[in-house]
């Protein structure tokens, strides 16, 4: 192959190729050219590179071509503009998408509580089975209240964070089973009323209210949130819709990766109230109204904002650049 003589020959149609790529704006028809230069230059630098193995003017040609592959395919987001495009659209969404589902297991939630709590109650042998006396009584009278000073602000903040997280996550990465989540799920609805008995029966069941509240709101609703998105990732593989099953659980997967990242900061924040806030000598009313901020803040952000997100099309999930063109289906 005379190297000098293609060259001479393919110039012209490589400079337009050139051209086409750092153009701004391509209509219909310069897409089209685009795309045929784009083939007709790929089959150049083959022949090319076949013939006469690496040369100046295969390199010249690769380095076109290189140009124009980024226009054709795009290219990925600034990761400073990433951030902002997760944290304003792919999580509010992703949680918004769980909404009712942590609803309904929220007032599951409730309703196991008090379910157990007054059917321990209600039979002084089934409190017996709990521990002696003495043990029953030093928990309701000290241990219980004493749990939230045992240590330092910032070691009690990170044990209950790590604790909550590995709920969370068991949630999460076992959702597919159907049965892991809820497990977690009643598992906790019933220590929870199990302390509220023994705490009620010792008459301190006011104390058990007001220390559970301050962090209590929002520790529990991101781990609704958790076991919610759990059941929405078993979902996804029994009822897959129009989409293949693995597909289904793609999508899911990956608008379940979005919802951890969120809890993390959530149970972190949760955290920073348990191990700063209940612990403190202030009325119970400051307490509790700064848990409640921080749970209404949760809300607004996965309500209001994921709203919104949603009505942009936003699921939680990758862009389609991200994640990869869909399998086109029927329907």
Known sequence: MDLDALSAARRDEWKRLDDLSRSRGLDGPSVDEFVARYQSASAD?????????????GDHVSTMLSRARLRLTGTPDNVLRQIPRFFIDQLPAALYQLRWTTLALTFAFIGIVWLTG????????????????????????????????AHSEAMFGAMVWTNNAWIAV????????????LYVFVQNAVGLGTSAAIMFEYDRGADFVLYILPHGQLEMTSIFVACAAGLH????????????????LAGQGRALATVAIGL?????????????????????AIKIGIGTLALAAF?????????????????????????????????
């Open 45 to 57: 630098l083959a022949d090319i590179k076949t013939s006469a193995g690496r040369t100046p003017q």
């Open 118 to 149: 007054a059917w321990i109650v209600s039979d002084s042998a089934l409190v017996a089975t709990l521990g002696s006396e003495y043990q029953l009584e030093q928990y309701a009278e000290e241990d219980f209240v004493a749990y939230y000073s």
């Open 233 to 248: 990732m078993f979902w996804a593989w029994v009822v897959p819709g129009h989409r293949s099953r693995m597909d289904a």
């Open 264 to 284: 993390v900061l959530s149970l972190a924040l949760s955290g920073v109230v348990e191990g700063w806030v209940t612990r403190q000598e202030w009325p119970w």
């Open 170 to 181: 068991q949630s999460v990465i076992f959702g597919i089973s159907g049965v892991w989540p």
């Open 299 to 331: 809300l607004a952000y996965m309500l209001v904002l994921g709203r919104r997100a949603a009505t942009t099309g936003e699921t939680g999930d990758l862009t389609e650049y991200e994640a990869g063109t869909p399998r086109l289906v029927a329907g």
